[in-house]
């Protein structure tokens, strides 16, 4: 079975440019989270979905922004990327939400320049 | 979890050795948490999880041990071997459908 999916795996952005990061579950998986993670540190968590609701935010700015699809994909925009944002950007999925049985792709690290 | 910068915990153990990674966890209340292996350039890979109303799981060649009195977990991996190298992060979830909350993370280095 596919684990979790993220496209692309790299990518490189100008300060000030959106970015899409796209994201696809294991199949089954009706949730979706993000987390961002800096070089050197843990994962930090921003959205999760559930069923196309959102279900939690970490303390991220409105800058960040995501969605999920009926067949429970799930896309991350960044507005307005700052040097700052430069960062491995983390999807992860499970049955029901929560953090419980949390399972990672592997990831697409971003850099801004 | 807080931020431990560029420079990571490191815990160097000889190949066939037995390596504890030691967590301490930042909330009395939390439910239920998990350890990740992490190695370069991926995504963290699920190892083993354990509910809070149990102090010890054992898995293949791994074991968490979980001590609430002192908010603390620890990860045991027997025969460590080379592809044991990784970076290994505990991580908590309070209760329900509060997100996953990593902690500080710890290199493990396998000496061949």
């Known amino acids: 079975d596919a684990g979790v999916t993220q496209s692309p795996t790299h990518l490189i952005k100008t300060r000030g440019q959106h970015v899409t990061l796209r994201c696809s579950p294991i199949?089954?998986?009706?949730?979706v989270s993000w987390y961002q993670q800096v070089l050197g540190q843990g994962p930090q968590f921003i959205f999760q979905y559930y069923e196309k609701e959102e279900r939690g935010r970490g303390n991220f700015p409105d800058r960040f922004s995501a969605r999920q699809f009926p067949n429970y994909s799930s896309e991350l925009n960044v507005n307005a990327l700052l040097l700052g944002d430069s960062a491995l950007y983390l999807c992860?999925?499970?049955?029901?939400?929560?953090?419980?049985?949390?399972?990672f792709g592997s990831g697409t690290q971003l850099s801004v320049l | 979890g807080e931020s431990v910068g560029l420079h990571l915990p490191t815990l160097s153990v000889q190949e066939g050795d037995n390596s504890i990674i030691n967590c301490a966890y930042s909330?009395?209340?939390?439910?239920?948490f998990i350890w990740y292996k992490q190695e370069s350039g991926k995504g963290p890979q699920f190892i083993i999880d354990?509910?809070?109303?149990?102090d010890k799981r054992q898995g293949q060649r791994v074991t968490v041990l979980l001590n609430k009195t002192v908010k603390h977990l620890s990860l045991q991996i027997a025969a460590t071997q080379p592809g044991d190298s990784a970076v290994y992060f505990c991580a908590e979830v309070l209760s329900g459908n509060t997100p996953l909350v990593f902690g500080k993370g710890t290199r493990l280095s396998v000496i061949a």
């Open positions: 992860a999925s499970n049955q029901q939400g929560g953090g419980e049985k949390l399972f």
């Open positions: 354990i509910r809070s109303n149990m």
């Open positions: 909330n009395s209340a939390s439910d239920y």
């Open positions: 199949s089954g998986h009706k949730s």
